[in-house]
Antibody, heavy 120, light 107 residues
Framework: EVQLVESGGGLVQPGGSLRLSCAASGFTFSDHYMDWVRQAPGKGLEWVGRIRNKANSYTTEYAASVKGRFTISRDDSQNSLYLQMSSLEIEDTAVYYC???????????WGQGTLVTVSS | DIQMTQSPSTLSASVGDRVTITCRASQSISSSLAWYQQKPGKAPKVVIYKASSLKSGVPSRFSGSGSGTEFTLTISSLQPDDFATYYCQQYKSYPFTFGPGTKVDIK
C-alpha cells in the first residue's frame, strides 16, 4: 500500500525557517518525481514545486511565490522528500501536501498534509 | 504562467442530477489536465487525468472531456458521496496551476 506521511509542520514567526519531511512507502520512491502542493486555510490548491528523480539529475522546479526561499530535496536511501522553507511570510500559512508527481495518473497519491502557521 | 478558470464557483444540486463543471486554460494545454475531488480536511483525490481518462476505482458516473483550452467534468447522476469541491489542474508546463475550485453542495 502506497503511503506518504508528512511531518514537521508547526508555528513559526515571520522570517523564520522550517523543514518539512515526507516519508514514502509502498512504491519505488527513487523512480518517481515528487511534488509539494499547499492549501491556505479556506483557499484553493497551489503547486509549490517538484523534484525529479536521479535519472533526471534531481532537478527542481518552483512556483514563483516560493522560488529563492524554498528548497526541495530528497534522500532516496531513506525514501524521504523534504521541503526547506526559509524567510517565511504570513502568506505561507497553509497545509502542505507531498504528492507523487509521476505515475498513471500523475499526482495519484497524496499525504495527509502538515499545517504550517506563520505568525508572530 | 497558464491561468486556469472554473465555472461555476458553486453549484447546488440534488442527488440524481447531472452536473457539469467547466475549466478553461489561458493557453492550450493539449490534454494535460486533471480533475480532483476534495472533501473538507482531506487531501485531494484525482478522478480524471489526461482530460478524459478515469482513474481506476473511480465510479463511471464521472467523465471528462475537452482538449486545448476548454474542458468539462460531468457527473452523470450525483450521489451523496459526490458533494465536495472539485479542482482542475494543468500539468502541461511549469508552474503547474490549479483552477479556483467548484463547490458542489446540496440543493
Amino acid at each position: 500500500e502506497v503511503q506518504l506521511v508528512e511531518s514537521g509542520g508547526g508555528l513559526v514567526q515571520p522570517g523564520g525557517s522550517l523543514r518539512l519531511s515526507c516519508a514514502a512507502s509502498g512504491f519505488t520512491f527513487s523512480d518517481h518525481y515528487m511534488d509539494w502542493v499547499r492549501q491556505a486555510p479556506g483557499k484553493g490548491l497551489e503547486w509549490v514545486g517538484r523534484i525529479r528523480n536521479k535519472a533526471n539529475s534531481y532537478t527542481t522546479e518552483y512556483a514563483a511565490s516560493v522560488k529563492g526561499r524554498f528548497t526541495i530535496s530528497r534522500d532516496d536511501s531513506q525514501n524521504s522528500l523534504y521541503l526547506q522553507m526559509s524567510s517565511l511570510e504570513i502568506e505561507d500559512t497553509a497545509v502542505y501536501y507531498c504528492t507523487r508527481g509521476t505515475g498513471t495518473p500523475p499526482f495519484d497519491y497524496w499525504g495527509q498534509g502538515t499545517l504550517v502557521t506563520v505568525s508572530s | 504562467d497558464i491561468q486556469m478558470t472554473q465555472s461555476p464557483s458553486t453549484l447546488s444540486a440534488s442527488v440524481g442530477d447531472r452536473v457539469t463543471i467547466t475549466c478553461r486554460a489561458s493557453q492550450s494545454i493539449s490534454s494535460s489536465l486533471a480533475w480532483y475531488q476534495q472533501k473538507p480536511g482531506k487531501a485531494p483525490k484525482v478522478v480524471i487525468y489526461k482530460a478524459s481518462s478515469l482513474k481506476s476505482g473511480v465510479p463511471s458516473r464521472f467523465s471528462g472531456s475537452g482538449s486545448g483550452t476548454e474542458f468539462t467534468l460531468t457527473i452523470s447522476s450525483l450521489q451523496p458521496d459526490d458533494f465536495a469541491t472539485y479542482y482542475c489542474q494543468q500539468y502541461k508546463s511549469y508552474p503547474f496551476t490549479f483552477g479556483p475550485g467548484t463547490k458542489v453542495d446540496i440543493k
